[in-house]
């Protein structure tokens, strides 16, 4: 069985377990998704299912968008993922909803990070910063030295400095389902997310478990 699927992120609140202690969580729209295309490890050299996400508009797409998702008679979607699996119990056509995740799962949640734009290495990377005193007026946030002069003469690669911050793909794992609301198409999950509200993600089971 399938166990993944495409959403966005609602926001965060929190619910009370049995011991009436609060537990933080994200909440996420996943789904209706629809299965838009099925490869197989004979015509593709290996196995996966291609899920769709998001009603729009036609013209939000192209033709060839089109044609691909009215060979199964799905209607325009804004998003398409592939999932890695073996055994495909499911066919072209077909809608999967929040409730192929049950309560007490592990999942993990893939999404993109808020962006942050430029930002200096204090932020960035928590670099400590300049002595505030010894006439060290206009050095508080410098990163201070970045190499040295003769010996190699240069900034080696992968030195962390300022730069863009944010906006990367970003993995949340191992994070439990706290919350099923299939007639929504809701899930709650244990703990935050990446990304913005609204932001797009995807949901799939946990690779690793502690």
């Known amino acids: 069985m399938l166990k993944g699927l495409i959403g966005k992120k609602v926001g965060m609140?929190?619910?009370f377990d049995e011991s009436g202690s609060a537990v933080p969580i994200t909440v996420l729209e996943v789904g209706p998704c629809y299965v838009t295309q099925i490869r197989?490890?004979?015509?593709?050299?290996?196995?996966?299912?291609?899920l769709g996400f998001g009603e729009t508009h036609p013209k939000r797409l192209t033709g060839?968008?089109?044609?691909?998702?009215?060979?199964?008679n799905i209607p325009p979607l804004r998003f398409l993922r592939e999932f890695r699996i073996k055994n495909i119990?499911?066919?072209?056509?077909?809608?999967?909803?929040?409730?192929?995740?049950?309560?007490?799962?592990h999942v993990d949640v893939?999404?993109?990070?808020?962006?942050?734009?430029?930002?200096g290495p204090m932020k960035r990377y928590h670099f400590k910063g300049g002595p505030k005193t010894h006439g060290q007026s206009d050095r508080g946030r410098s990163p201070g030295s970045s190499g040295s002069g003769t010996t190699p003469g240069r900034v080696l690669k992968g030195k962390r400095r300022a730069g863009h911050m944010g906006d990367d793909?970003?993995?949340a794992q191992n994070l439990k389902v706290m919350l099923v609301d299939a007639?929504?198409?809701?899930?709650?999950?244990?703990?935050?997310v990446p990304g913005a509200k609204g932001g797009l993600v995807v949901v799939r089971e946990a690779r690793k478990t502690r």
């Open 89 to 105: 119990d499911i066919k072209e056509g077909d809608q999967l909803k929040a409730d192929v995740f049950t309560l007490g799962d």
């Open 169 to 171: 793909r970003v993995t």
């Open 40 to 50: 197989t490890v004979e015509r593709d050299d290996y196995s996966a299912v291609q």
């Open 183 to 192: 007639e929504r198409n809701l899930l709650g999950v244990q703990g935050s």
């Open 64 to 72: 060839g968008q089109l044609g691909h998702l009215k060979r199964a």
């Open 13 to 15: 609140t929190q619910i």
């Open 110 to 119: 893939i999404g993109t990070s808020i962006g942050k734009g430029f930002q």
